[in-house]
């Protein structure tokens, strides 16, 4: 389990996270839905120690991330906002560095890998270097490589992105297989379709603070006869619609 | 420490120190290890050049009887070294973006380290490895058994290296653990490495103040007391100052290495976090005024090109920091200040020469279009000319060259009594020589332009690398020199001295024909 305790994050004076309290169980997917800069990613860069928190606490299965970031690292696989790493390597090169770092036997993760591979449709393209890849192509070798580690925890800042609709396809499912087997799934989306149909628990961030917390179902009976896309733009949208009102309107003047 | 790991690590740091060569490979279809494998080959290959050239070059002078020049290079290289090795790490641990791609696998501190170590190390090798030469000629010509010279001078090479390498993480990375440095990175690094550069070029000149020009014309230097031990210490090993000597190296060595180990690499990670982490979101608020013509626009892009934390100071050291040591380990006599107008030309030549030593793949012009990054394939697809966007960039990096030039040869006229107008006719030569060389050096960046890369390393290592660099450089000065001397001699040989110069002129308008003509017709004449 993860608990996140009182997490908060400032930029400077920018407090782009306030005192965020939340528990994420096994066998479940986590949605994180926000605007940018609401403080999705900031959160999920914590998780995974690229940024440290201003204050508060994060423990995984009882350990404390500021003092076994080693061990936690291990039990997370993490696919960032953005797939342009590493852009110098080849993508059986990127794998065989994450076969490095999880200190995995090349052996034992390669079936794996291929039925990755080929189900990412990737097979003539393994040994061309990421840079040369379409942003959508990149976001595959990226997922690939955080799948096949398959370590307990997924976490994946927007991972849909660039994907086709047969990878997107694909992804949700092994996102809901991993859940059912017991383990984490964590991810951020702006894709509230997406998030209906996947998430068993939603967090909506809104300016860095929590503003729900629950189960996409609660949350839709607390507002009925709404979507989603209603519900959540109620919540974390923009209150005044003067702008685009001025926009349509003959916003040139 | 994780032999997989560092094994990882390292074949990843050594594609990034060379995407050119590693491209090349690639193409001929050389993947995985056996890419690796050819890339140190490429590596060891050059270096056993680069070793042989020095070798041969030092080999003329008995340092055995030369203390004082014996202690003089190891002066020179050691500040080079350092200066380098300072802005190497610098370099890999903050700006070199492909750290934090590490920080959420769970690789081990220890071995993140000591891969970015060896890539700082093997990347300042071209400016260390004079000094295993120096060593290893000295103990030979101490009459010291050839294998037990050679492995002795070895042995010291990698003291004073690890010493080198230690001692400038320790700074650097201890002064990144304040509170101070992490909320003002950029600033304390740049304000640090302008230290060192100034520091070195400080050395440097006080150093070459410090010989003596004796009867013979023949420069000779004091023995400078720091660096004596090491001259005794491959003179006379079995000495018994020698044998302390040996003994105080290894204990500080050991006991520098044991010192990083316990108070940076142990937290190298968590420091990185907070580094990474306080920067994230600085915000920089241009000064500028806004221009309103395409030209104005452009330049100030240009500008905001700079604003590489490390570029400016690459581009400094390497245009500046090293010309500054060759030119004043290999000048061996002062010019009088005196000179008729019949010199002028010559002082033009040699400006034309000095802009081919300080242009290199390193500096500004060479690297102007890689910067652009995506920038350069979105501008063409805007509706302005090509060929306009490319000149104004040229004419921005050349600028900044003479500028470069400019200092240095101001510089070089007061340290050697050039005077006035020579200095003003050297300063002419390098106009025109940057003009040239510069349309090589632009137009290569055009050809091997790099839009992905994460390291500004990684765009002065395209071809050859530092080695190269180093290597063109050589090769310039001492073709340079020749056609200097000749040049000198017909001066004062021929009779009527405008002849000479006018021949020369002619050849130099043939020469330039020939160049600019080149570059119109295989670049600038595809353009638009």
Redesign the interface.
């Known amino acids: 389990m993860i608990e996140i305790t009182n997490l908060s994050k400032n930029y400077g004076t920018k407090k782009a996270l306030q005192n965020l309290n939340l528990k994420i169980e096994p066998g479940k997917i986590f949605g994180f839905l926000g605007h940018n800069g609401a403080g999705k990613s900031t959160t999920i860069k914590t998780l995974v120690s690229i940024h440290n928190p201003t204050s508060g606490t994060v423990t995984v299965d009882g350990l404390d991330l500021a003092e076994h970031r080693q061990e936690i690292k291990r039990k997370i696989a993490y696919v960032p906002d953005t797939p342009d790493i590493f852009l110098q390597l080849s993508a059986t090169e990127y794998w065989d560095l994450l076969v490095a770092a999880y200190q995995l036997d090349r052996d034992a993760v390669q079936s794996r890998l291929q039925k990755l591979i080929t189900l990412f449709d990737m097979n003539f393209h393994v040994d061309e270097t990421l840079s040369s890849f379409s942003h959508g192509m990149r976001q595959k070798a990226i997922l690939i490589g955080a799948l096949m580690t398959d370590p307990d925890i997924w976490i994946l800042d927007e991972p849909m992105q660039g994907l086709d609709p047969q990878a997107a396809f694909d992804l949700k499912k092994l996102m809901q297989d991993h859940a059912q087997k017991g383990k984490t799934v964590i991810f951020s989306t702006h894709n509230l379709d997406t998030a209906e149909q996947l998430c068993d628990e939603l967090a909506i961030l809104k300016k860095g603070q929590l503003i729900y917390n629950g189960s996409v179902q609660d949350l839709l009976n607390q507002h009925e006869n709404k979507t989603l896309e209603q519900v959540y733009l109620e919540m974390a949208g923009r209150s005044d619609s003067k702008i685009m009102d001025e926009l349509e309107g003959g916003g040139h003047e | 420490m ?1 032999k ?2 560092l ?3 390292l ?2 740091n050594l ?2 120190l060379n ?1 050119q060569a ?2 090349k490979y ?1 193409e001929k279809g050389k ?2 290890s056996a890419l690796t494998r050819r890339l140190i080959g490429n590596f060891l290959f050059l270096a056993i050049i680069f070793v042989l050239f020095y070798g041969m070059s030092m080999m003329a002078a008995d340092m055995t009887k030369a203390p004082g020049l014996f202690t003089y290079f190891v002066a020179l290289f050691l500040i080079l070294g350092i200066s380098q090795s300072m802005t190497g790490i610098a370099n890999v641990f903050f700006a070199q973006k ?1 750290l ?9 501190e220890r071995d993140i380290f000591a891969s970015k170590i060896i890539i700082v190390t093997i990347n300042i090798f071209p400016f260390t490895l004079p000094l295993l030469m120096l060593f290893a000629i000295t103990g030979v010509y101490a009459k010291i058994p050839i294998v037990v010279a050679v492995i002795m001078a070895l042995v010291l090479f990698v003291i004073i290296t690890l010493l080198i390498e230690l001692g400038c993480t320790f700074v650097v990375l201890l002064l990144s653990k304040t509170k101070f440095f992490q909320k003002h990175q950029q600033m304390i690094l740049n304000i640090l490495l302008g230290i060192t550069i100034v520091v070195a070029v400080v050395g440097m000149m006080f150093l070459n103040n410090q010989m003596d020009s004796g009867s013979s014309g023949i420069r000779t230097f004091p023995v400078i007391g720091l660096f004596a031990p090491l001259f005794n210490l491959l003179v006379h090993p079995l000495a018994m100052g020698s044998i302390i000597h040996w003994i105080v190296l290894f204990v500080v060595t050991i006991g520098l290495i044991f010192l990083l180990k316990k108070s940076v690499v142990s937290s190298l ?2 420091q990185m ?2 580094v ?3 920067v ?3 915000k920089v608020k241009s000064k500028r005024k806004r221009s309103t013509s395409l030209a104005g626009s452009l330049r100030s892009y240009n500008f905001k090109l700079l604003a590489e934390p490390n570029l400016l100071i690459q581009i400094f050291s390497n245009s500046i920091l090293v010309p500054i040591v060759f030119i004043f380990s290999f000048s061996f006599s002062g010019i009088s200040s005196e000179l008729g107008i019949k010199w002028l030309g010559v002082f033009f030549v040699g400006g034309m020469f000095m802009s081919g030593i300080t242009m290199n793949q390193s500096s500004l012009i060479s690297n102007l279009l890689s910067l652009d990054r995506d920038n350069f394939e979105y501008i063409s697809s805007l509706p302005i000319s090509k060929k306009y966007y490319l000149k104004n960039k040229f004419f921005f990096g050349f600028i900044a060259q003479l500028l470069i030039n400019a200092i240095l040869i101001i510089t070089m006229g007061f340290v050697y009594n050039f005077g006035i107008v020579m200095s003003l006719s050297c300063i002419l030569g390098s106009v025109w020589g940057s003009f040239l060389a510069g349309q090589y050096y632009f137009y290569r960046d055009y050809r091997l332009r790099l839009t ?1 890369w ?1 390291n500004i390393t ?1 765009l002065f290592t395209r071809g050859g690398g530092n080695l190269m660099m180093i290597l063109i450089m050589f090769i310039v000065m001492i073709v340079g020199l020749l056609i200097l001397g000749a040049y000198s001699f017909m001066i004062i040989a021929v009779s009527k001295p405008w002849m000479t110069n006018g021949v020369v002129a002619i050849i130099l308008i043939l020469v330039s024909f020939f160049v600019m003509n080149h570059y119109k017709n295989v670049f600038w004449k595809f353009l638009d």
């Open positions: 994780n997989q790991q094994k990882a690590l074949s990843v594609r990034l995407p590693t491209n690639r993947t995985g492909d934090q791609d590490y920080l959420p696998l769970p690789f081990s990670m968590s976090i907070n990474n982490s306080n994230e979101k600085a992905n994460t990684e």
